[in-house]
Nanobody, 126 residues
Framework: QVQLVESGGGSVQAGGSLRLSCVASGYTFSSSCMGWFRQAPGKEREGVAAISTDGYDSYYRDSVKGRFTISRDNAKNTVYLQMNSLAPEDTAIYYC???????????????????WGQGTQVTVSS
């Protein structure tokens, strides 16, 4: 049974930092591209960052480039999202997701992701 469990969310002031973690189990983690998505109240879920199976390639939405960094540790079955210079518009529930395809390329198309975590809340106050 595939499980993705996020942690690390919380409340911070604008300009602060948070590091999200997502631990995967139930499948071969190193064979899947991973992504982070977020959903703010009343908005569509949007892709934030994605990373290749080996961690060498990554992709970001424009609004987080230079502020967020995605990384992974295949030995720990964990993907991370380091978020710096947080702004109120970053407030959302953050989800990690997995593409179970060893030939995947990192991207932010939601429908390409097969497995999803339950999410972790990030709240940024001004």
């Amino acid at each position: 049974q595939v499980q993705l469990v996020e942690s690390g969310g919380g409340s911070v002031q604008a300009g602060g930092s948070l590091r999200l973690s997502c631990v995967a189990s139930g499948y071969t983690f190193s064979s899947s591209c991973m992504g982070w998505f977020r959903q703010a109240p009343g908005k569509e879920r949007e892709g934030v960052a994605a990373i290749s199976t080996d961690g060498y390639d990554s992709y970001y939405r424009d609004s987080v480039k230079g502020r967020f960094t995605i990384s992974r540790d295949n030995a720990k079955n964990t993907v991370y999202l380091q978020m710096n210079s947080l702004a109120p518009e970053d407030t959302a529930i953050y989800y990690c997701a997995a593409v179970k395809d060893p030939a995947c390329q990192p991207g932010l198309v939601r429908d390409e992701y097969k497995y999803w975590g339950q999410g972790t809340q990030v709240t940024v106050s001004s």
